[in-house]
């Protein structure tokens, strides 16, 4: 069979729409219709291709052969596009673009995001007792974080649309991001981040990219409420998660991550969860991956909270049984899975400091399909993950962490095999955090949360990898001693039993 016929009917045919992901509606939109949830019931919205509709216990449209066939002549075509200079194909998103609701004609808002590295992390995988680890460290975008990879579609879609204003609400990565990209296409841009909750860092980079920084008094969550009300308004249009268009580019992170693994599909994938954009988009990449034959089975995905701001691990505890691929005909109503919102969240995690994410519906979907679990790690787990990370040469920013806390866990438990082959996305960069890093490794990092009573509690965290900065004299002798105290001080807490990475 000649693939290059099979991608032409089978893909470039097949329409897009967005569709009602409640099962009691279902109402479809077409690509250009201006909402973030279903006009009809409230419920989120999926962009969807029929292509796509296979469901992995087997029911395909269209032969087995001819799956096969298409898989076979994406992964090619994917394959040859590593060596295009087409523009698009630079782009780790659009370089995938048969998965995009947009034609060829559309014109692209890119900063050349995706394009992350994927890394051997031998430090990180001992830690968690794992024989062999990798970490897909999507803090390598042009800003920073995995945010780019679907803002780079939400704002293209803007850009159809002839919005003038784009908004949203952020802890911080998707303000940089969108902040960044609306400069790129020249759209008036204003962020709504929760004051004094969001690094330094990131509204650097707002502020520098020129968007209006509005710094709300409230939390994150009460951000998310105001700026739904906000976009009510026609002149404003929103690019938080809960617009389908972003879930769409973030979703290639699936592909890009496939790609670099030569499609050897991973045991297990682990993500951390805030807003559950993330999980939701990668659980989606990798369904339609294999509805279209790219691959051949499905990782388990897996998400991670803080303890401290845990409503979708909260959910899961004591619900399903885990670690079997739900049926395939998914119920999106199950009762017994209903999410309650945290009121106060607490974690220095602040890129996932989120008591009601708007999208736990989908990533519901994503860990029950691909028979993943959802756990959560306390703020001291996730400090000593971050610095475990560091000393592999790689770092990122706390909330990041978790997936590495999560996985010592879940190896200790048996959910992981020491021997399975476990890819973690890192979703930001170390620098995005800098005083956290520099907090843990002075020994000043304090957590706070609130104590049955109402009132807040501090704890103080370990250092339990430190790495202090050493005040010395301006002097040669100075510098020798102090090298010699430090190679006899870690001599000495190796025989005192403490962790010492050497
Ligand atoms: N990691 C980082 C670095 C993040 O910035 C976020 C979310 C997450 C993980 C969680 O991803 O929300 O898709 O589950 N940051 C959002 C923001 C909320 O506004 O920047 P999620």
Redesign the pocket.
């Known amino acids: 069979m000649n693939t290059t016929t099979v991608l032409e009917d089978e893909i470039a045919a097949a329409p897009a729409v967005q569709r009602c992901i409640e099962p009691s509606c279902g109402a479809c939109y077409e690509l250009a219709a201006r909402l973030y949830v279903c006009a009809r019931c409230g419920g989120l919205l999926d962009v969807v291709r029929d292509l796509a509709e296979k469901d992995h216990a087997g029911s395909v449209k269209g032969s087995d052969s001819v799956v096969k066939a298409t898989g076979a002549a994406l992964r090619k075509l994917w394959e040859e596009r590593l060596a295009s200079p087409d523009y698009r194909d630079r782009s780790g998103v659009w370089r995938y673009r048969e998965l995009l609701p947009f034609d060829d004609e559309t014109c692209v808002v890119s900063l050349m995001e995706g394009n992350t590295p994927i890394y051997d992390a031998p430090r990180s995988a001992g830690y968690c007792g794992l024989d062999r680890l990798k970490l897909k460290h999507q803090?390598c975008n042009p800003t920073g974080?995995?945010?780019d990879t679907g803002m780079t579609a939400a704002v293209t879609q803007a850009l159809r649309l002839k919005v003038e204003t784009v908004v949203?609400?952020?802890?911080?990565?998707?303000?940089?991001?969108l902040a960044a990209y609306a400069a790129r296409a020249d759209l008036k841009c204003a962020i709504l981040v929760p004051h004094g909750q969001i690094s330094h860092a990131?509204l650097a980079q707002s502020l520098d990219y020129g968007a209006a920084v509005l710094e709300l008094d409230g939390n994150?969550d009460d951000a998310m409420r105001v700026i739904r009300e906000l976009a009510e308004d026609e002149s404003f249009y929103l690019v938080?998660?809960i617009n389908p268009f972003r879930i769409e580019g973030?979703k290639t992170v699936a592909v890009e991550m496939l790609q670099q693994l030569a499609w050897e599909v991973p045991d297990h994938v682990v993500?951390?969860?805030?807003?559950?954009?993330?999980?939701?988009?990668l659980g989606k990449g990798l369904l339609e991956l294999y509805a279209l034959g790219v691959i051949d089975r499905l990782p388990k995905l897996t998400?991670v909270q803080a303890a401290g701001a845990a409503p979708f691990a909260q959910m899961f505890a004591g619900g399903i049984p885990f670690g079997s691929p739900a049926s395939a005909n998914y119920d999106w109503s199950l009762e017994a899975l209903q999410l309650r919102p945290i009121e106060h969240p607490q974690t220095l995690a602040s890129?996932?400091k989120?008591g009601s994410?708007v999208?736990w519906k989908k990533?519901r979907r994503a860990v029950i399909e691909t028979g993943g679990r959802v756990l959560s790690v306390s703020e001291q787990e996730i400090a000593d993950a971050k610095a475990i990370i560091g000393r592999d040469g790689i770092g990122c920013?706390p909330?990041?962490a978790t997936t590495i806390a999560g996985l010592k866990v879940l190896v200790a438990e048996g959910f992981v095999g020491a021997g399975e082959n476990v890819v973690a996305v890192l979703?930001?960069h170390v620098m995005?955090d800098a005083d956290y890093a520099i907090n843990y490794h002075r020994g000043t990092l304090v957590s706070h949360s609130l104590a049955p009573d109402g009132s807040a509690e501090e704890q103080h965290l370990d250092s339990t990898f430190a790495n202090p900065p050493a005040r010395i004299k301006a002097t040669r002798k100075a510098i020798v001693d102090q090298l010699a105290r430090r190679a006899e001080d870690s001599s000495g807490q190796a025989g005192r039993g403490r962790p010492v990475l050497t």
Do not use: D
Not at 168 to 177: D, I, L, P, R, V
Not at 271 to 281: D, E, H, Q
């Open positions: 803090g974080s995995f945010k949203c609400a952020s802890t911080g990565n998707t303000s940089a991001s990131k994150f938080n998660s973030q993500v951390p969860g805030g807003n559950l954009g993330n999980s939701a988009a998400v890129a996932i989120i994410p999208s990533a920013e909330a990041s979703t930001g995005k």
